[in-house]
């Protein structure tokens, strides 16, 4: 069984900066495009950030500029730097590898104050 497990999280003011990580237990990691997902209070879980196997990354309009995905493929590890944060970033953030079916981990909370 496949765990992930998120971790970085925290409590930030405006502006402020987090760097998210995301262990995977997959043996071939490298091969899986990952994305990290945000699910704010009460709402939907969306896609805001994504890095293919060669490298190539992608992100929501909405944190484009802000966020930045990235991997180590030797420590199965992906993450996401949090930089400008806003309220509206606030909200449970989970990392998946696209299109893999893998379960979802418990996600890592972060809570950004005005």
């Known amino acids: 069984q496949v765990q992930l497990v998120e971790s970085g999280g925290g409590l930030v003011q405006a502006g402020g900066s987090l760097r998210l990580s995301c262990v995977a237990s997959?043996?071939?990691?490298?091969?899986?495009?990952w994305a990290w997902y945000h699910q704010p209070p009460g709402k939907v879980r969306e896609s805001v950030a994504a890095?293919?196997?060669?490298?190539?990354?992608n992100y929501a309009s909405a944190v484009k500029g802000r966020f930045t995905i990235s991997r180590d493929n030797a420590a199965n590890t992906v993450y996401l730097q949090m930089n400008s944060l806003k309220p509206e970033d606030t909200g449970v953030y989970y990392c998946?590898?696209?299109?893999?079916?893998?379960?979802w981990g418990q996600g890592t909370q972060v809570t950004v104050s005005s």
């Open positions: 998946n590898a696209v299109r893999a079916g893998i379960p």
């Open positions: 997959r043996s071939d990691f490298r091969h899986n495009t």
């Open positions: 890095v293919t196997p060669l490298g190539s990354t």
